[in-house]
């Protein structure tokens, strides 16, 4: 089902994560991109159903004005998340940030970003485990078989990536 013209435009949508908060609370569909210069990250609420209750909006604390932001990966509690981002302290290509919060109602942490090991100056994507303890990314790195192949970091339960 189409989302509509509340959720999609004119640019590319891309790099959806769809984050089922709990079973009284009602889903939500992260999505990037607007006809802008660069990408930022939107939110957008939808029933049960996959309807839009609303028009998606602008999540400020993930979206760097001057930088292109994407591809969210959000932990299955909604208390840890990933994405990409190419903006000022990173190495210059799409690298990984994660932010956390206490709650779901609580405002998300500033970014962080993930030095090496994890972030390189190639481009970069991540995929949170249900679990949250395995991260998935794409990376160009020695070791690798072909232009971005998958890399996966794991950690034990309360250690940091």
Not at 33 to 52: E, L, N, Q
Not at 97 to 125: F, G, K
Request: charged share 20%; proline share 7%; with cysteine.
């Amino acid at each position: 089902m189409n989302l509509g013209p509340d959720v999609n435009t004119a640019a590319a949508e891309q790099g959806s994560y769809y984050v089922k908060v709990s079973e009284k609370r009602t889903p939500r569909c992260t999505s990037t991109g607007r006809p802008r210069c660069s990408t930022d990250i939107y939110k957008v609420f939808v029933s049960h159903d996959g309807v839009p209750l609303g028009p998606a909006v602008l999540v400020p604390e993930l979206s760097d004005p001057t930088g292109f932001d994407q591809k969210v990966s959000v932990g299955t509690d909604g208390h840890e998340l990933f994405f990409a981002s190419i903006r000022s302290g990173g190495f210059g290509s799409f690298d990984i940030y994660r932010l956390t919060r206490q709650s779901i109602s609580d405002p998300w942490s500033a970014p962080e970003h993930l030095d090496a090991p994890i972030n390189t100056r190639h481009r970069l994507t991540a995929v949170l485990s249900r679990d949250g303890r395995t991260l998935i990314f794409t990376s160009i790195r020695a070791g690798g078989f072909g232009v971005q192949d998958l890399w996966m970091s794991t950690r034990r339960p309360g250690v940091q990536p």
